[in-house]
C-alpha cells in the first residue's frame, strides 16, 4: 500500500504528529473526541492494514471497558445521582460520561500513536534530531528499531525450539519453566551480541569524530513548503477558536458545553479537516496516479 505522506521531509511528518497527538491528548470536548478517534482509525488502517488495527481494538476494548468503569466508582463528583453505590457513595450521570469521554481519548491517542511508529522511523529520528542532540537521537533510533529485531528473533528462536522439543508449550510446568529460561538466556545473549556488533560497526564508520558528515535522502520540496504552510494555517485557526472558547465544555457539576454553535461546527471541519491530512494526501496522490496511468 502506497503511503504519500510518509514519503515526505521529516519535518512535515513531525509536525502534523506532533499536534494531533496534542489536541487528542488535550482538547476533551466530546465531539473532537470522536472526530479523533476516527480519523486515527482510518489513518490506522490504511498505514497498518485491518488486522494490525483489530488487534489493537482487541486490547483497547477491555481498556476503554475498565475506565469507564472505575472513573464512576471512585469519582463522585456530578449533580445527577443515579444511585447510590453498596459503600454509601452516589453514582452520577457526569461520572458515567466522563468516564467513558476519558477511555475513547486514551484510545484515540494510542491510535494516533501506532500511526506516529509507523511514519516517523528511526532514519527520520536521526536526520531531524541527530545534530542537535545526537545521543538522544541515537537512542531512540536504535530503542525503535530494536523492539522490532527483537520480536522477529524471538520467533526465529522459538521455532528453532519447538523443532528440538524446548519451547514453552512442551512438557510439564518445571520443564516449561526451564524452557522459557533457556529462550531469555538465548535472547539475553543475541542482544548482547548484537549490541557489540553495532558499536564495532559505529566506530569503524567514525561515529563521534568531528567533521563527520552524514547522508540523507531527505530534500525539502515545494510539496513539503504548502503542506506545512497549509498545516500551520489550521493549526493557528485551531488554536485561536480554542482560546476564544469555541469548544467551550464541562462535565461537573453538569454536563454543558457547545455543540452546535456556528463556531463549534467551524471549529469541527477545521479540525477534521487537519486530522485527515495523511488522508487527503494519499488520496490526492492515488486519484493523479490513476489519471497519469489512463493518460497514457
Not at 16 to 39: Q, T, Y
Not at 63 to 73: A, C, E, F
Not at 244 to 253: D, L, T
Request: aromatic share 12%; net charge positive.
Amino acid at each position: 500500500m502506497k503511503d504519500a505522506f510518509s514519503k515526505l521531509h521529516p519535518i512535515t511528518n513531525l509536525l502534523f504528529f506532533v499536534f494531533s497527538i496534542g489536541f487528542a491528548m488535550f482538547i476533551n470536548h466530546p465531539v473532537c473526541i470522536v472526530l479523533s478517534i476516527i480519523a486515527a482509525g482510518i489513518n490506522a488502517v490504511y498505514l497498518n492494514g485491518k488486522k494490525a488495527v483489530l488487534l489493537s481494538v482487541k486490547f483497547l476494548l477491555p481498556l476503554i471497558i475498565l475506565t469507564s468503569i472505575i472513573n464512576p466508582v471512585f469519582n463522585h463528583q456530578g449533580a445527577t445521582i443515579i444511585e447510590y453505590l453498596p459503600w454509601g457513595n452516589p453514582l452520577t450521570l457526569e461520572s458515567i460520561i466522563y468516564g467513558i469521554t476519558a477511555a475513547v481519548l486514551l484510545s484515540s491517542a494510542v491510535l494516533w500513536f501506532s500511526c506516529f511508529n509507523s511514519v516517523m522511523t528511526s532514519d527520520k529520528f536521526v536526520y531531524l534530531f541527530g545534530r542537535i542532540m545526537p545521543s538522544l537521537s541515537l537512542v531512540l533510533s536504535m530503542a525503535l528499531r530494536f523492539v522490532p529485531r527483537f520480536n522477529a528473533q524471538l520467533k526465529e528462536v522459538r521455532k528453532a525450539q519447538k523443532a528440538l522439543g524446548s519451547d514453552l508449550s512442551d512438557g510439564t510446568i518445571i520443564t516449561r519453566i526451564k524452557h522459557s529460561v533457556k529462550i531469555i538466556s538465548l535472547m539475553i545473549t543475541w542482544s548482547l551480541e548484537n549490541a557489540i556488533d553495532t558499536s564495532d560497526s559505529m566506530k569503524s564508520r567514525g561515529y563521534g569524530l568531528k567533521g563527520r558528515t552524514s547522508f540523507s535522502i531527505y530534500k525539502f520540496t515545494s510539496k513539503d513548503a504548502y503542506c506545512v504552510s497549509t498545516m500551520l494555517a489550521e493549526i493557528i485557526t485551531i488554536i485561536f477558536l480554542i482560546s476564544f472558547g469555541s469548544i467551550r465544555f464541562r462535565y461537573y457539576p453538569t454536563v454543558k458545553g457547545n455543540l452546535l454553535d456556528m463556531q463549534a461546527i467551524i471549529f469541527y471541519i477545521i479540525y477534521f479537516i487537519f486530522l485527515l491530512t495523511p488522508m487527503i494526501i494519499n488520496v490526492g496522490e492515488g486519484i493523479k496516479w490513476k489519471l497519469l496511468k489512463s493518460a497514457i
